[in-house]
């Protein structure tokens, strides 16, 4: 019964930094780890990182570390995707996924709940 909702997508420009939300209403982060992927036209879905619900704890591939910064607000029910510094190879759908676990996991097939995406274009 969890249900997922991103947010905050659309056009931006290179060097942009658009804040991504991943709604999650009526269920609790505190039971939920919460990670965020994202697929550019033509390739497969890879994963951006992660939130864990223990403690919130925070994982990052190496492409995004640095740049992207994901949070979250309890009280809301609410994940965020910070993103800085874009460039055109940050073009892609971004997926919110959650898994009832105190900790988040690197592998996509874990993830028990998906949003339906959200679109980030980056380009002048």
């Known amino acids: 019964q969890v249900q997922l909702v991103e947010s905050g997508g659309g056009l931006v420009q290179p060097g942009g930094s658009p804040k991504l939300s991943c709604a999650v209403p009526?269920?609790?982060?505190?039971?939920?780890?919460i990670g965020w992927f994202r697929q550019a036209p033509g390739k497969e879905r890879e994963e951006v990182g992660c939130?864990?619900?223990?403690?919130?704890?925070?994982y990052y591939v190496d492409s995004v570390k640095g740049r992207f910064t994901i949070s979250r607000d309890n009280a809301k029910n609410t994940v965020y995707l910070q993103m800085s510094s874009l460039n055109p190879e940050d073009t892609a759908v971004y997926y919110c996924?959650?898994?009832?676990?105190?900790?988040?996991?690197?592998?996509?097939?874990?993830?028990?709940?998906w949003g339906q995406g959200t679109q980030v274009t980056v380009s002048s």
């Open positions: 939130i864990s619900s223990s403690d919130g704890s925070t």
């Open positions: 996924a959650a898994v009832v676990y105190y900790t988040c996991s690197a592998s996509a097939d874990q993830y028990d709940y």
């Open positions: 009526g269920f609790t982060l505190d039971y939920l780890a």
